[in-house]
């Protein structure tokens, strides 16, 4: 018997103990995570995120590898200056029109050409451009808006009012170039530079033409509202996966809901840059656009006139008068007669008096001048109203 309850109480001890350590063992495994449950003080949060933060700042930042943009500089003429902007000092590159294709008084229409987010990559979408707004008598400036931005990030949508207001500074500093025509600045953009493009020429009344390329009115500037937009052309690539197509769709719908002139190309197969025939296309497009509303006004010198200043005489079919065109020698040689002074509802009349009188000296291969009494008989003879009062008589 007593060897039976020895036997009972043997298993009753091993059944316990492993009870016990079946009851410890998770006890002991929860034991950390309870104490790591355990509300984090202010401090402790704060030294978390310092940690974080130390971390980020440790990482090396990756740099875009920039193209060398200098050989279409090169290939366009560029000739460097530049602006301050708070302290910053901002890049120009000018490719200054033809001085022979300037316009009155010396000054030309100017361009401004903005880049996108990733700079001016190899310059092939930027001083091609400039260069033949420069062959058609518009000065045009690549504008690197980046220079004016303490930020890293210079491309961030955070700061959109900064960079717009170096732009802002860019248009105040061609403005006051000698050779510009301040009331004639357009602005081309090119993806992020078109957004600018649009979003300034709806508040800058300095603005005059707007050439928007892969780009799109900024989300907030619609927001705070559009009212006006001067010209605006719109270029972009159906395949453009960077900003959508339907982006221009809504553009020229927002344009066409202010009265804006505006005009739209849409280039099949292209993306979020033109390639051969498209790109060629989109230089001529976007100089052709300029030149129209800009303009250049070289004054009647350089311009072919067309005047039939010798109208035929109203005489009876039995007069076979010869008529031929009254030429400069005939101007100076009737030096009676101030052309410039001519009163325009009288123009017909001298002018047939001229075309006779010169006709009829021509018999004798002789020029005389005409006395006021003669031009007057012939006036009358032709029944024609009389001469103006301030038509001078020498």
Not at 115 to 136: C, E, I, N, T, V
Not at 163 to 186: C, F, H, M, P
């Amino acid at each position: 018997m007593a060897l039976g309850l020895a036997a009972t109480l043997e298993r009753f001890c091993r059944t316990t103990a492993v009870a016990l350590a079946l009851c410890t063992l998770p006890a002991l495994a929860l034991a950390p995570w309870g104490a790591s449950a355990q509300p984090r003080t202010h401090k402790q949060t704060e030294q978390t995120k310092k940690s974080a933060a130390e971390k980020i700042a440790a990482k090396p930042v990756k740099q875009r590898k920039q193209k060398n943009a200098e050989p279409a500089r090169s290939a366009a003429q560029a000739r460097g200056d530049g602006f301050m902007s708070d302290g910053r000092w901002v890049r120009v590159d000018i490719i200054k029109s033809d001085p022979a294709l300037l316009g009155y008084g010396g000054k030309a229409p100017a361009v401004l050409i903005l880049h996108g987010s990733h700079g001016l990559g190899d310059g092939s979408l930027f001083y091609p451009q400039a260069k033949a707004l420069a062959d058609r008598g518009i000065s045009a400036f690549v504008v690197h808006y980046f220079d004016g931005l303490g930020a890293a990030r210079k491309a961030a949508p955070s700061l959109h009012d900064e960079r717009e207001k170096v732009i802002a500074d860019a248009i105040s500093y061609v403005s006051r170039l000698g050779y510009v025509d301040a009331e004639k600045i357009g602005v081309f953009g090119l993806s992020l530079g078109g957004f600018h493009a649009l979003s300034l020429g709806s508040r800058d009344q300095r603005v005059q033409a707007v050439v928007n390329m892969f780009g799109a009115m900024p989300a907030e500037v619609q927001r705070r509202g559009v009212d006006r937009m001067p010209p605006t052309l719109v270029l972009h690539g159906d395949r453009d996966r960077i900003v959508p197509v339907r982006k221009a769709h809504e553009l020229a719908s927002l344009l066409k809901d202010v009265g804006a002139e505006y005009e739209v190309k849409i280039y099949n197969g292209e993306g979020h840059a033109f390639r051969g025939a498209a790109k060629e296309d989109s230089i001529s497009r976007t100089t052709d656009f300029f030149e129209r509303h800009l303009g250049n006004d070289r004054g009647l010198l350089d311009k072919p006139i067309e005047l039939d200043i010798a109208l035929a005489p109203m005489v009876p079919d039995t007069d076979t008068l010869p008529i031929r065109s009254f030429t400069l020698g005939d101007e100076a040689s009737l030096g009676n007669l101030a052309l410039a002074s001519l009163n325009l509802g009288n123009l017909a009349s001298e002018q047939q008096v001229l075309a006779r009188a010169t006709a009829a000296d021509d018999a004798d291969d002789t020029l005389r001048e005409l006395t006021p009494e003669e031009i007057k008989a012939e006036a009358a003879m032709l029944d024609l109203p009389p001469m103006a009062e301030d038509v001078p008589i020498n």
